[in-house]
């Protein structure tokens, strides 16, 4: 599956972005799909994944509360919406997908669990 992510930019503290990330080439629906970021000099770090279905969310601490993932598999789309942004949220981030599987709840935050990446898109929060 191909994926594509957009919708970064350069924000002010405490404004709003929604990334999105389209996918093409398989079964939308057969994918988990999960959002990580990676600041400069840091590891990539999870962010948030949502279940093939959508039924199901999962958010690091960091951005519970702030972020909400979510997908329309009719349009083979997953999104990110991003309030109450900080300094600290600047980084790229990127989309990814994971073939469905029952092991989805015990992994989700792992890179390695994803075997398709977008390319990343830029995300700036000024102070």
């Known amino acids: 599956v191909q994926l594509q992510a957009s919708g970064g930019g350069l924000v002010q503290a405490g404004g709003s972005l929604r990334l999105s990330c389209a996918a093409s080439g398989r079964t939308f629906s057969n994918y988990a799909m999960g959002w990580f970021r990676q600041a400069p000099g840091k590891e990539r770090e999870f962010v948030a994944a949502i279940s093939w279905s959508g039924i199901t969310t999962y958010y690091a601490d960091s951005v519970k509360g702030r972020f909400t993932i979510s997908r329309d598999n009719a349009k083979n789309t997953v999104y990110l919406q991003m309030n109450s942004l900080k300094p600290e949220d600047t980084a790229v981030y990127y989309c990814?997908?994971?073939?469905?599987?029952?092991?989805?709840?015990?992994?989700?935050?792992?890179?390695?669990?994803?075997?398709?990446w977008g390319q990343g898109t830029q995300v700036t929060v000024s102070s």
């Open positions: 990814a997908a994971r073939v469905r599987s029952p092991y989805f709840g015990s992994s989700y935050e792992s890179p390695a669990g994803y075997a398709y």
